[in-house]
Each structure stands twice: as structure tokens, then as C-alpha cells.
């Protein structure tokens, strides 16, 4: 699966972004969609995923009411909707992707297979 994420950007503090991810494989329905986040000196960190059939989300408590994680398969992409963001939210985000096997959302970025390469999304104070 080969995944290019796009939509990062500079925008002031309380302001939105919608961060994309279109997947290459026509199974991407069938994989758990996550994007993580890397701050410069820090460690990547978990922020979302969504399960296959969109029915559920798993997120960070930092961006818990703030960021929304959607998908279309249809359209083979999926979507994080960034809204109220914070200088803290600055960094690297990037979308990932594993098989789903039913099983519990995975919040670490080791359980995923497939990686995109991020996009930078900067929020000025």
C-alpha cells in the first residue's frame, strides 16, 4: 500500500486544516487508517486511526474534540479534520496503514505496515 499524505500548511493558532491521505491499494478498505505526528526533537506520537468500516475512531487525548478522523473508501483516502489547533500541534503528520483483523485500534506506531511521508503542519502563536 503506497500512501501520500497532503494539506499541511501555516495557520494561526485556533485555526483548521484538513489533512488527506490517498492510498494506492484497492484494499485499503480493509485497513485500519492511522495518522501519527513527529515534532522536531520529539518522538512520533500517536494522534488517530480509524477502523476499516468507519464505524470506530480512536484518538489522543490532546486532540480529543478538537481533531476528526473520516474515511472514504470509495475514494481510497482518509481524512483529518484539524480544527482549533494549537502551536503544540505543530509537526509532521503522517498516515499509516494496517490490515484490520477486528481486533482493538492499535495507538502504536510499530503495529502499522504502511507509511506515508508527512506533511508539515505549522500553527503560529
Known amino acids: 500500500v503506497q500512501l501520500q499524505a497532503s494539506g499541511g500548511g501555516l495557520v494561526q493558532a485556533g485555526g483548521s486544516l484538513r489533512l488527506s491521505c490517498a492510498a494506492s491499494e484497492r484494499t485499503f478498505s480493509r485497513h485500519v487508517m492511522g495518522w501519527f505526528r513527529q515534532a522536531p526533537g520529539k518522538e512520533r506520537e500517536f494522534v488517530a486511526a480509524i477502523n476499516w468500516s468507519g464505524d470506530r475512531t480512536l484518538y489522543v487525548d490532546s486532540v480529543k474534540g478538537r481533531f476528526t478522523i473520516s474515511r472514504d473508501n470509495a475514494k481510497n483516502a482518509v481524512y483529518l479534520q484539524m480544527d482549533s489547533l494549537k502551536p503544540e500541534d505543530t509537526a509532521d503528520y503522517y498516515c499509516?496503514?494496517?490490515?484490520?483483523?477486528?481486533?482493538?485500534?492499535?495507538?502504536?506506531?510499530?503495529?502499522?505496515?504502511?507509511w506515508g511521508q508527512g506533511t508539515l503542519v505549522t500553527v503560529s502563536s
Open positions: 499509516a496503514a494496517r490490515w484490520d483483523t477486528g481486533g482493538s485500534i492499535p495507538n502504536r506506531g510499530t503495529s502499522y505496515d504502511y
